[in-house]
């Protein structure tokens, strides 16, 4: 692979969760192909023949931000509608505005909104949930390839316990996924078994299958889902386990656990699959988990807010299960994934303040969680080691920086403190992304 560029600055990344590596005045090269072909310490041992360097001076270069759960309409109700557990919560507050997004304009207006600002606070790679709607389900995609950001982008599946205006048939839901993978050329070649090598797979912005939780699906919606899922090797994304009402609803509906139910319709890790939450997973159900590779996406800010409860993230990670972090808006009133880094770190406290046998998350961690193991959601992602596609941002904290402190200690202020004002250039799959029109 050619040398195409190199970027000298200070660099910080999380190759193990548990340390930091850093490069004082390192150097990064990345390829034509947008990865990262070599990190070093000077530039003659990164051995990047002629290709230009951009200087970043000062600066601190970190790998991109990851969002594994985020619901793009409901960005308006981000930061109102507190005051309600999570079934009345959806009932309420978010299917009344989800039904809105039948009208093209108001969704054009709202997720180019939502796009702008995943890019202000330097998330370049997000798993994202729409509404039923294909047609804004496909402006929504499109938005994304035009911005040059990764995202899975899943036209969302729901048959039951929800207003007439959000529910669709099988044949509706099946028809609408399967338009979306027409039009918008993503299908060169069916895949029934490998998934690695689904031509869908090394698309920047891909669909992917999303039941919005059990409650909301018939079996036949289900079935139906883990189908398309196999049929054209596409990821799955959903809830788990996020308060006990639910669960006790899961059970009466399905006769099983939360996660069994997934399973018996293929939507547990038959392909790559992401699940919100986990609050309550225990037992089988974290064993099923673990065995499939089923991936966690911790959101803490939402479990605080709609009161769910506390996700024993140190237990899952003890447990070697995949874990990344979420904003989930707009159970999460915050887009920043930084942010959601310290709430991470500050529940993992409150877990630790009750059961001081398992340690609290650290900054490394924390960091570890949001960039490579997110990251791993979306491919080679959250990481400068060589072969991972160069998804980046340069933090100018010069106006947190006015004491000497050390790199670690500028990236930990920055994490605490900082806000999209500090990023001053975002990269993903090796390309500058510019601010998205709104
Ligand atoms: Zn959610």
Known sequence: MKTMKIYKAHILYTREKDRFEVLEDGYIAVGDDGRVTAVADSLKALDGGDAEVTDFGDRLLI?????????????????????LELLPWLQNY???????YADLGYAERMYRRFVRDLWRFGTMRASVFATIHTESTRLLIQLFREAGMGALVGKVAMNRNCPEGLSESVEEMVLGC???IESLELRTE????????????????????????????????????????????????SHLSENKGEIALVEELEGTGYGAAYDRYGLFGQTPTVMAHCVWTEGEELELMKRRGVMVAHCPT????????????????????????????????????FRMMVYAIQVSKMCYQQNHERRFLSLSEAFWLATKSAGSFFGRVGS????????ALVIDDSDLNHDNYSLLERLERYVYLGDDRQIVHRFCRGREIAEPKI
């Open 384 to 391: 400068f080691e060589p072969g991972y596609e160069f998804d």
């Open 178 to 180: 399967e338009e979306l």
């Open 302 to 337: 939402s479990n605080l807010n709609i009161a769910s409860g506390m996700a024993p993230i140190r237990r899952f990670l003890d447990e070697g299960l995949r874990v990344g972090l979420g904003s989930d808006i707009s159970g999460g009133h915050d887009l920043s994934i």
């Open 63 to 83: 790998p991109a931000m990851n969002d594994l759960h985020v619901h793009a309409p409901q960005y308006r109700n981000q930061g109102i509608a507190m005051d």
């Open 94 to 100: 978010t299917f009344p505005e989800e039904m809105k």
């Open 190 to 237: 069916r895949c029934d078994y490998n998934v690695e090598l689904s031509p869908l797979n090394s698309r920047l912005v891909r669909p992917i299958v999303t039941p919005r939780f059990i409650p909301s699906c018939t079996p036949e919606m289900l079935r139906a889902c883990g189908q398309l899922a196999k049929k054209y090797g596409l990821p799955v994304q």
